[in-house]
């Protein structure tokens, strides 16, 4: 069974900055394309040969990045607003003995606030 874990998330002030990490465990293969989701709205994509892209309410403040080596993905959330104010989910193609297919973390709150 593959488990997606995301952690980092919390209350920050406006202009501030957080990272999230999307840790993936259990058994499979490899990891593929993985995102990054706020509700319903694709934040952030890193393809598995690492090529990034983002969502233009986003571009120029977040960063996806993976570290395959420690199969975990994080995003790097610089200038945060009170629009970024979300749920932040991950989603990650991951290959197992059976299938490839996607898998969800639980997610992690972050709050832009004064």
């Known amino acids: 069974q593959v488990q997606l874990e995301e952690s980092g998330g919390g209350p920050v002030q406006p202009g501030g900055s957080l990272r999230l990490s999307c840790v993936i465990s259990?058994?499979?293969?490899?990891?593929?394309?993985v995102d990054w989701y706020r509700q319903t709205e694709l934040v952030a994509f890193i393809s598995k040969e690492g090529?990034?892209r983002y969502a233009d309410s986003v571009k120029g403040r977040f960063t996806i990045f993976r570290d395959d080596a420690k199969n975990t993905v994080y995003l790097e959330m610089n200038n945060l607003k009170p629009t970024d104010t979300a749920v932040y989910s991950c989603?990650?193609?991951?290959?197992?003995?059976?299938?490839?297919?996607?898998?969800w973390g639980q997610g992690t709150r972050v709050t832009v606030s004064s």
């Open positions: 989603h990650a193609i991951v290959r197992t003995h059976a299938e490839t297919r996607g898998f």
């Open positions: 259990g058994s499979f293969l490899s990891i593929h394309d």
């Open positions: 090529i990034a």
